[in-house]
DNA sequence: AAAAAAC
């Protein structure tokens, strides 16, 4: 527990919602000792009066305001950001917090208390399952939305709290922070053990912004090389080819990779190296990836046999073994036979597909009226009880794709007769992140609760008794993390025996290092013979040992002709002198609209959003180190315009829809042509048109090519300094 | 190497 990097971290955050926790770790806190460390010299929390006002500033209106009355000297970016890390977060995390505390209680109290009671009571007297769940549940199910409904009112804790520490004026304030005082240093102590080591990464190199990008190159200089032959492994794993160059070569190789470049340089002399690396990779990861779109045709046979491996399906698939060929010729064929056309779908309707009244009414509601060509391609499969492998590009509507019949199925099956208090649930849909779970139940609940089926979510970060009740009061459909469904499996308090469908969104991510494990044990624990669907924009051969395991004879789909050249986002990268980063950045979101910007680490996506701050723009992060409700919280100023930058880690990267974000800066470039693409996915959402740019060094050009190609992405690549007409222009989008 | 995912 203690070195739990961010989850302990986040759990000491969000302990603040859950009293034991809270408490517990308080009662260990230093109170004491922790206000005088905050106070220290030394210590991030020292100025700890300045830092009051300071926090406030995250208000740009209360920072200009208050820049009368104080001497803009106070704000420097170090005082602040100082301050910011010990709290755990930035200054807005600081704001927040307050108000969070005091009001978290009351608010993760009662939204429980609240929903709890009336429910209970309700329900019982609902014997008639029907209206009454609805009514209820609504309550429940609208966890999010009564917690929301009530948050509103909290809601503006953020306006809430300025309006009031204006009135405290200093008073208020300094009652405030003694309290706060107590959390920080108990932080300060705690956060330098758990969160600070973060941090303390980071900051030193923050500390000297100048500094930082200096410490941050040598991590690329290391991770890029390092990043670089992970991938370089799994291809080669796959190449036959080097197996018959015998092992020694690629190891070789290899050692010459993790000089990095020089390595490279190397490859030059390799000549053929490099091309037969791209031949082979490209093909062959093309055949992972694009291969679903464009090899359907072309590569199955090949890939059938590749396929035979669990893991390694594509390595072996050159090679020649085609033992295991079972599970991805399944794949393969089932590919090649369905692709959807947009022509395909016009004038087809929910209807025609199979979903009933209520559901194609509840979808018109949520802005669906007709469906999607991926809706249309799956909807009648996963009716018809087949497992389905779904590939839609991101943005095209695979929640719903998968959403809607799930639930028409659930319905069919006499769910609504057989409904019972304790019911166990029949459905269950796995996400990779918090975020992307609950937006997903944001989709499926309203269209569960339309036929009188409910949902609940399952996923870490906060207290677990609402989703146990929730449970013990009997759901249809479960919607969450792997960690928190198998703690609750573990304790015996979920019991997956009943669940006829399963999705896994996000499948090929899922079936990544560190997911697959627990993806695996989880479906064990459901029925067997069970549903299986399984989506993502970049579904691959990846998700072959699942397929394996727990598909039967899937149907395949994908939409024809959604290719990047049919795309609405349009790509730049920018090759910048890594120095030149920060004031790049700072210009390029010098504009109106929505900003989404990926950083490779937690640490400099806080720091990233800090100086943005510092530099008068409303910014906020969302990353693993940051407590649940402040996830939560950071991507709501986002969705909800409070703020038009969000800095975050490839935990947004998938999946995760806001609305209107037309501009997505990488900037650090990713390491893998995937998660290139769902990050740009995140915008040129449902035919909306967007802009994706990438800051480089240039000796990260080759790199930025091989992944470009791969991802089949056309870029212009453009030198730029700060102030050049190139950034400017982009900022004008 | 990083990130995510339970407490």
């Given amino acids: 527990m203690p070195q739990g990097n961010s989850h302990n971290s986040t759990v000491g955050r969000g302990g603040k919602n859950f009293d034991p926790k809270y408490a517990s770790k308080g009662g260990s806190g230093h109170g004491g000792s922790n206000n005088a460390g905050s106070k220290s010299p030394g210590h991030r929390g020292y100025r700890a009066d300045e830092g009051a006002p300071k926090k406030q500033r995250w208000n740009a209106d209360e920072r200009a305001a208050r820049s009368n009355e104080r001497p803009s000297s106070e704000r420097p970016a170090y005082g602040s950001r100082s301050v910011r890390p010990e709290n755990g977060g930035r200054t807005n995390s600081e704001r927040n917090e307050r108000p969070a505390y005091n009001n978290d209680r009351p608010r993760t109290d009662r939204p429980a208390y609240n929903n709890d009671r009336p429910a209970r009571t309700e329900r019982p007297s609902y014997g008639d399952r029907n209206s009454a769940p609805r009514a209820e549940r609504p309550s429940y199910g609208d966890r999010n939305s009564a917690p929301r409904a009530e948050r509103p009112s909290y809601g503006d804790r953020n306006s809430a709290p300025r309006a009031e ?45 100048s500094s930082a990008p200096r410490t941050e190159r040598p991590s690329y200089g290391d991770r890029a090389p390092r990043t670089d032959r992970p991938a370089y492994n799994n291809d080669r794993p796959a190449r036959t080819e080097r197996p018959s160059y015998g092992d020694r070569a690629p190891r070789t190789d290899r050692p010459a990779y993790n000089n990095d ?20 990779r490209a093909p062959r990861r093309s055949n992972d990836d694009r291969p679903p779109r464009r090899d359907f045709g072309n590569d199955r046979p090949t890939r059938s046999d590749d396929g035979d491996s669990k893991f390694y399906p594509k390595r072996s698939e050159d090679g020649v073994k085609p033992t295991f060929a079972g599970g991805e010729d399944v794949v393969l064929e089932r590919l090649e036979a369905i692709a959807t056309t947009a022509s395909d779908v016009v004038g087809v309707s929910f209807g025609d597909l199979g979903l009933g009244e209520n559901i194609v009414r509840e979808l018109a509601a ?10 249309a391609a799956t909807i009648p499969d996963v009716l018809a009880g087949r497992d389905v492998l779904g590939r839609g590009k991101t943005g095209s509507g695979k929640t719903i794709a998968f959403g809607a019949p799930l639930v028409e199925k659930l319905m069919e099956n006499n769910g609504a007769k057989d409904r019972k208090m304790a019911r166990k649930p029949r459905a269950l849909i796995l996400a990779p992140t918090r975020e992307l779970a609950l937006q997903i139940d944001r989709t499926v609940q309203p269209i569960a609760r339309s036929v009188g089926l409910f949902t609940t979510q399952i996923y870490g970060g906060v207290p677990q008794y609402r989703q146990v009740s929730a449970l013990q009061r009997g759901v249809d459909i479960i919607i969450g993390t792997a960690g928190r469904i198998e703690d609750l499996i573990d304790q015996g308090r979920l019991d997956l025996s009943e669940v006829v469908v399963t999705v896994l969104d996000e499948a090929d991510y899922m079936c990544d290092l560190g997911f697959l494990e627990p993806v695996q044990r989880i479906l064990r624990q459901t029925k067997a013979g069970g549903q299986k669907l399984l989506f993502s924009a970049t579904l691959d051969k990846g998700v072959a040992s699942l397929v394996k395991e727990f598909l039967t004879n899937p ?17 730049r990268v920018l090759v910048i002198e890594h ?14 609209g929505k900003t989404l910007i990926f950083s490779r680490t937690r640490a400099y996506a806080e720091q990233l959003a800090d100086q943005l701050e510092d530099a008068g723009v409303k910014a906020t992060s969302l990353h693993g180190d940051l407590n649940q409700a402040r996830r939560t919280r950071n991507l709501q100023m986002l969705t909800s315009g409070r703020v038009n930058v969000l800095v975050a880690t490839d935990v947004a990267a998938r999946g995760i829809h806001v609305d209107d974000i037309d501009l997505v800066i990488q ?13 740009a996915g995140r915008t040129g959402r449902a035919g909306k048109t967007g802009t994706v740019v990438t800051l480089i060094p240039k000796q990260r050009k080759r790199r930025m090519d091989e992944l470009l190609d791969r991802a089949e992405i056309d870029a212009s690549y453009t030198t730029a300094t700060p102030g050049d007409a190139a950034v400017r222009e982009l900022a004008n989008i």
């Fill in 165 to 209: 520490r204006p009135s405290y004026g200093d008073r208020a304030p300094r009652t405030d922070r003694p309290a706060y005082n107590n959390d920080r240093p108990s932080y300060g102590d705690r956060a330098p053990r758990t969160d600070r080591p973060a941090y303390n990464n980071d900051r030193p190199s923050y500390g000297d912004r």
């Fill in 667 to 679: 900037a650090d470039a990713p390491d893998e042509y995937k998660t290139y693409l769902h990050r």
């Fill in 366 to 375: 949520l802005g669906a009226p007709s469906p999607f060509p991926i809706q």
């Fill in 579 to 592: 120095r030149d980063k920060g004031r790049i950045i700072e210009e390029l979101v010098n504009r109106d």
């Fill in 261 to 280: 470049r020089p390595a490279r340089t190397e490859r030059p002399s390799y000549g053929d190296r490099a091309p037969r690396s791209f031949d082979d």
């Fill in 555 to 571: 149907a395949v789909h994908e939409v024809a002709g959604e290719d990047q050249a049919s795309s609405t986002i349009d790509h």
